[in-house]
């Protein structure tokens, strides 16, 4: 049986699509336990044989934000402040960990939270994982500036910090 979960940020700037073959009550949710994730008490679905589309209605409301290794991108809503996802690029390739309570039936996934801790992680490693464990998402009407705007702060905090 094939699965499909909607929902947005609270202002309606980003949605998304999941669709899955498990049942939410089947998920097994992440807890990440780095300082951005536990501030924001984020529930992460990540599943590679699934699929994600990530829509900007409003395309000026897509905010990158980089921190730590800044391997991946976290995606918040300008307007409202939503976490909404992280997002890794590859190439042409975009994988994804979604925040589902940002889902209409956040509810159903009831399952169990696994507690992750990803410190001790070079940047290869972390890369190799999130690649072999993210979902492979498909973005809708995104901004192109929003990736400009990433890679130059990207760049200047790597120059603050002594390098990438």
């Known amino acids: 049986m094939r699965f499909t979960h909607k929902g947005q940020c609270?202002?309606?700037?980003?949605a998304v699509e999941l669709r899955t073959d498990r049942a939410p009550a089947e998920q097994l949710l992440g807890a990440c336990q780095c300082s951005f994730c536990r501030k924001h008490n984020a529930r992460a679905f990540s599943d590679p044989?699934?699929?994600v589309a990530l829509t900007a209605a409003a395309p000026e409301h897509v905010?990158?934000?980089r921190f730590g290794l800044a391997t991946a991108d976290v995606?918040?809503?300008r307007n409202c402040g939503v976490y909404v996802a992280m997002l890794l690029t590859d190439d042409d390739r975009i994988f994804s960990v979604v925040n589902v309570d940002i889902l209409d039936d956040r509810r159903a996934f009831t399952g169990e939270l696994e507690s992750r801790d990803f410190d001790d992680e070079t940047t290869a490693g972390r890369i190799?994982?999130?690649?072999?464990?993210?979902?492979?998402?498909e973005l809708i009407d995104w901004?192109?500036?929003a990736t400009r705007d990433r890679d130059s702060r990207t760049d200047k905090n790597a120059a603050r910090q002594g390098g990438p």
């Open 10 to 14: 609270h202002c309606g700037s980003i």
């Open 49 to 51: 044989k699934a699929r």
């Open 63 to 65: 905010h990158h934000y």
């Open 75 to 77: 995606i918040l809503c």
């Open 128 to 137: 190799a994982r999130r690649k072999a464990r993210w979902t492979p998402t």
């Open 143 to 145: 901004p192109a500036s």
